[in-house]
């Protein structure tokens, strides 16, 4: 048997007793169903993403992709998690959106820009 089949099967195992996936019990947070403590989630607000995209032409775009991944950190500070993660997702794809956007501005603008004759 294989060392990947022995892991597998202990995670199996650990999930149908229904320990898997819910923390262990070295964590920060009180979980009030086992009266452990568990550790809040990591941080996803991608603020360097949103950040670098506001270099991009698209403006609009990506000054909300900003907000939002500032109201991602908002939320976590606040201990919601499930929100901060939730806007922390649409920041993601706001960014994606504005860099996508930003680079089909600049490829436009310079064709048109070599591609008209000066008079």
Same mark, same amino acid.
């Given at each position: 048997?294989?060392?990947?089949?022995?892991?597998?099967?202990?995670?199996?195992?650990?999930?149908?007793?229904?320990?898997?996936?819910?923390?262990?019990? =070295?964590?920060?947070?009180?979980?009030?169903?086992?009266?452990?403590?568990?550790?809040?989630?990591?941080?996803?607000?991608?603020?360097?993403?949103?950040?670098?995209?506001?270099?991009?032409?698209?403006?609009?775009?990506?000054?909300?992709?900003?907000?939002?991944?500032?109201?991602?950190?908002?939320?976590? =500070?606040?201990?919601?998690?499930?929100?901060?993660?939730?806007?922390?997702?649409?920041?993601?794809?706001?960014?994606?959106?504005?860099?996508?956007?930003?680079?089909?501005?600049?490829?436009?603008?310079?064709?048109?820009?070599?591609?008209?004759?000066?008079?």
């Amino acid at each position: 048997m294989s060392p990947g089949a022995a892991q597998t099967e202990k995670k199996m195992k650990q999930s149908l007793s229904g320990s898997a996936g819910h923390g262990s019990t =070295d964590r920060g947070l009180a979980d009030p169903r086992l009266g452990e403590a568990q550790e809040p989630p990591p941080l996803k607000n991608y603020i360097f993403l949103t950040i670098f995209t506001c270099f991009c032409p698209a403006w609009p775009i990506n000054i909300v992709a900003l907000v939002f991944s500032m109201m991602a950190q908002s939320s976590y =500070d606040e201990e919601d998690y499930d929100g901060a993660q939730r806007l922390g997702r649409k920041a993601f794809h706001m960014g994606i959106a504005s860099m996508v956007i930003g680079i089909v501005i600049i490829i436009i603008s310079t064709i048109v820009h070599f591609t008209t004759n000066a008079v």
